[in-house]
């Protein structure tokens, strides 16, 4: 296991981007996977996007065709990139690595907030 660090939430007018990092410590031979999730207030964590089997991208409905998931290998680094943010992706967004042992790991969140 090791440490993710994540970056890159605000405030943001709905309509408006934004740009999630997540960067994990550690060796990425032991990392199976990694993802992106969100909490809403009041609401159960849900998966946002993921990295599926064969490495392709899995995104919950809600972030079809408004969110990228993508990674760069060589830095153990996640991204999401979010265009056209609604006021309902309000939410603290966390970064979640899988690791071939079967252990996990979470970041500490980082909060994205959509309002005028």
């Known amino acids: 296991q090791g440490h993710l660090l994540e970056s890159g939430g605000g405030l943001v007018q709905p309509g408006g981007s934004l740009r999630l990092s997540c960067t994990a410590s550690?060796?990425?031979?032991?990392?199976?996977?990694m993802a992106w999730y969100r909490q809403a207030p009041g609401k159960q964590r849900e998966l946002v996007a993921m990295?599926?089997?064969?490495?392709?991208?899995v995104y919950a409905d809600s972030a079809k065709g408004r969110f990228t998931i993508s990674e760069d290998d060589a830095k153990n680094t996640i991204y999401l990139q979010m265009n056209s943010l609604k006021p309902e992706d309000t939410a603290v967004y966390y970064c979640?690595?899988?690791?071939?042992?079967?252990?996990?790991?979470w970041g500490q969140g980082t909060q994205v907030t959509v309002s005028s």
């Open positions: 979640r690595t899988d690791y071939y042992n079967g252990s996990a790991d």
């Open positions: 550690g060796s990425s031979a032991n990392i199976y996977t």
């Open positions: 990295f599926g089997s064969g490495g392709r991208p």
